[in-house]
């Protein structure tokens, strides 16, 4: 590899903010760098979907960017910590966006977090689901609400009440299994993009993640080749979505 830090992490380039990047959970999130200054091992990139704020908890942050090597894409990283976050950064046309300054360490590492990004549902590219549960249905947006998805599985948000009555979800624990059905929406389409039946291992549970709500950590299980390469690819389109925004930002 000839890449150097300064060649890969340059200004305009799309890049992932990585939490806990040696975990069993990282988690991933989609940028694009605004500014940077090697000299001082700066790089400003724009905030993400999901916003990273001082009170995120992490251990460790990278950021990472996809190059090619010997006619392969491989991934690289920097370790990272943030110095500054600004609510309205200045572009080059004065308008204002959010955006965060880190320090990086200048080591390039490999990584591969290809199962680690978790796509924010958004209004783009979002997901509905049925949840087999007891011999029950229950539907997402009415009965819960998924807040991500990943290759590997979903972050799901379960409101403890539903029409005052206690919601018969909160009765998901650690190792419960369950059946799930997904429609993977795109912008602007009536059909889904895929349909994905699966069976569901509950791996976390966060009973106080809100005083109204739990959260729980769903895992994938028998998800085919097939599906998981329409998974994946719907993951990616929304992970180039997001760079799209964020570059018209940059843009105006």
Sequence with gaps: MTQTIEEIFAPSTGVEI?????????????????????????????????????????????????????????RFGIKCRPLVFYKDYSLFDNSRVGAITFEYTPLLIETNIRSAYRMP???????????????????????????DISINGLGIIIPSKLNRTTNPLTDLQRNTKAVIGMLLMTPNSKQPFATIPLKIDIVRINNNYSEKHIFAGVKFIGLTPDKEAQLNKFIHMAQLDELRRLSKVDSK
């Design 18 to 74: 990585v939490l806990n990047l040696n975990s069993l959970h990282p988690i991933a999130a989609s940028s694009i760098i605004y500014d940077a200054d090697h000299t001082k091992h700066s790089i400003t990139v724009a905030q993400p979907l999901r916003n990273i704020t001082p009170s995120t908890p992490f251990d460790e942050l990278h950021l990472t960017s996809l190059i090619k090597v010997n006619f392969d894409k491989k």
């Design 121 to 147: 549902i958004s209004g783009n590219f979002t997901v509905k689901a049925k949840l087999l549960f007891n011999n029950s249905s229950y539907y997402s947006t009415k009965d819960f609400f998924i807040r």
